[in-house]
Nanobody, 128 residues
């Protein structure tokens, strides 16, 4: 059974940084494309970033591009989301997601339906 456990969330002032981690178990990690989504209060789940199985390819939502870096360590079964210059509108629960896919980039990476395993999420709150 695939398990994804997020950590690293918290309260930060606008302009600050956070690094989220997602530790995966119960899977062959290098078989999976990984992603982060976020869900703000009263809103749907929104794509943030995705990374290929090897880590060589990344894809970011326009709204975070340039302020977020996604990476992975396949030896540690972990993905990392480094977020800089945070804005209050980034306040949300951040969820890690996994899809068993080793192919090239596809526009489906930004769709929640592409992923079949999800973590419980970690709260990020950015104060103004």
């Amino acid at each position: 059974q695939v398990q994804l456990v997020e950590s690293g969330g918290g309260l930060v002032q606008a302009g600050g940084s956070l690094r989220l981690s997602c530790a995966a178990s119960g899977l062959t990690f290098s078989d999976y494309t990984m992603a982060w989504f976020r869900q703000a209060p009263g809103k749907g789940r929104a794509f943030v970033a995705a990374i290929s199985w090897s880590g060589s390819g990344t894809y970011y939502a326009d709204v975070v591009n340039g302020r977020v870096t996604l990476s992975r360590d396949n030896a540690k079964n972990t993905v990392y989301l480094q977020m800089n210059s945070l804005k209050p509108e980034a306040t949300a629960v951040y969820h890690c997601a996994a899809a068993k896919y080793r192919g090239p980039y596809t526009s489906s990476w930004s769709s929640s339906t592409f992923y079949d395993s999800w973590g419980q999420g970690t709260q990020v709150t950015v104060s103004s």
